[in-house]
C-alpha cells in the first residue's frame, strides 16, 4: 500500500504552498484528447497556463534536468508530469521518466495530472513506483455535455466525436478513479469552470466522483485562449465561482489555492519560474538523446545528403540520421501537398523516432504542428555532419540558427500570444 504524504504536497495541502515546493518536468507533449478551450502552445515565458513550456524533455534529460532543480531549490518535495500533453498519449516517456525518477529519489512525492483516458492501463505500474497523487480533469458525467466540451478523443488509434467520445472518455474517467483509489492513490479532481456550458453541472460532477472514492476537487475558472472554440466564452463572476465552490464542497473536499501551473512550472506555488530554472531547462533540453531512449534519431531537409538546405514545404523526402555515429538510417517519403494542416501532423508522426528537425526553412502552420508534437526544430543551412557531430556532443550548432519564439505582441496575460 502506497504511503501517502499530502502534508508536503503543496497542490493538496494549502498550508505547504508557502513552505514546499514542485517541479513539472514537459515529458509529455502530445494530446489524446482535444478540448474546446485548449491551445497547448511553447516557448512562452509570460504565460502561465497548463499547455504552455519553453522546451520537452526526454526522460533522460528530464532526470538531468531534476538534478540540478534539486540542486538550485531545496525546498522542492514534488514531481510532477501535467504535459504540455497527456502523460498517458506518451506513455513511454512518461512511465521511464517515472521509473528513473523513483530509482534515484526513492523519497520524492511523484504526481502525475491526466486527462484519465489512458490511466486505466497503467494504475498497476503506477503504484509499483509510488505516484501516490494523481489528478483526473473531469469537465462532465453526462456525455450530452461533454459532447460540447471536447473536438475528439484518440484512443487506440481510432478518433471519435461527439457524444460517443465524451461517453468513451467519461468511462476511462470513472475506471480510472475507482482503480487509483483500489491502490491507495489519493486522487483530485480537476474541473473548468465554463460559464453557460458546464458550470450548473459541477456539483454532479462532484458527487459522481466523490461516490467514486475521489479526495479532493479543483474547480478551476476557464481562462479564454484565442484561436479556440471556447474563445469567447466569458471569464466567471467570481462571486458565482465561490458559490459553486461552496456547493460543491458539500460534496467533496475544495481545492481553492490552485495556481494553474504551466507544464514546466518549478518553485513554490504562485511565483513564476526564475531565469535560472528556465536556463537548466533550455540547457537540458539541448543535452544529446541517449541510444536507448524513444527518439534517438535526427531528420534533415535536403536535397542531396551534404548540407541542410532545404525549406520544409519543398521536401519530397526526409534524410533519417543518427547522430552517434552520424550515419545515414533511412530516407522517409514525406506527405503530399494539399491536406492542409493534416499534411504537418502526419509529417511529424513520421518522424516519431526524431527528436530534433533539420531545416532551412519553415512554415508558421508546421513549425507549431511539429513542435506541438515533441520535436524540436532548429532553422539553419550548413553541413549535415557538424550539425550531427554538435548535437551528439550537445554543443550548440555552430550555423546559423534560429529558434521558434512566440510573437512579441504576447501580453502575458495567458490567453495566447495575439
Known sequence: MITLNTEKHPCFNKEAKGQYGRVHLPVAPRCNVQCNFCDRKYDCTNESRPGVCSAVLSPHQALDYLDNI???????????????????????????????????????????SSNGLGVPDVVKD???YEVSHVTITVNAVDPRIGAGIY??????????????????????????IRLLKKEGITVKINSIFMQDINHEHLPEIARVTKELGADIQNIIPLL????????????????DLLNTRDACESEIL??????RCRADAVGLLGTPNTPECTRLLEEASKKPLRPDE?????????????????????????????????????????????????????????????????????????????VKEGLRVTIMEGIIEDALLDIHSGNPIKSPVRKFKCGTACAGTGTGCG
Not at 225 to 231: G, R
Not at 303 to 318: C, D, F, R
Request: one cysteine or more; hydrophobic letters at 40%; a neutral charge.
Open 70 to 112: 534539486l540542486d538550485n531549490d531545496p525546498r522542492i518535495t514534488v514531481v510532477g508530469i501535467a504535459g504540455p500533453g497527456d502523460p498517458f498519449a506518451n506513455v513511454e516517456e512518461t512511465m521511464e521518466t517515472i521509473r528513473l525518477i523513483r530509482n534515484k529519489y526513492p523519497e520524492i512525492i511523484l504526481c502525475l
Open 126 to 128: 503506477l503504484a509499483r
Open 151 to 176: 473536438s475528439w478523443i484518440r484512443y487506440n488509434k481510432k478518433v471519435y466525436h461527439g457524444e460517443a467520445g465524451a461517453a468513451l472518455l467519461l468511462e476511462r474517467q470513472m475506471d480510472a
Open 224 to 239: 479564454p485562449v484565442k484561436n479556440t472554440p471556447f474563445a469567447r466564452v466569458p471569464i466567471p463572476n467570481p462571486t
Open 254 to 259: 475544495q481545492m481553492r489555492h490552485c495556481a
Open 294 to 370: 524513444v527518439r534517438p534519431y535526427v531528420a534533415v531537409a535536403t536535397h542531396e545528403g551534404v548540407l541542410v538546405n532545404q525549406h520544409l514545404g519543398e521536401s519530397k523526402l526526409l534524410w533519417i540520421y543518427n547522430p552517434e555515429d552520424g550515419k545515414l538510417i533511412e530516407q522517409r517519403i514525406a506527405p503530399a501537398p494539399g491536406t492542409g494542416k493534416q499534411r504537418w501532423v502526419d509529417l511529424a508522426h513520421l518522424l516519431h523516432d526524431c527528436a530534433t528537425l533539420l531545416v532551412s526553412g519553415i512554415g508558421p502552420q508546421p513549425m507549431e504542428v511539429i
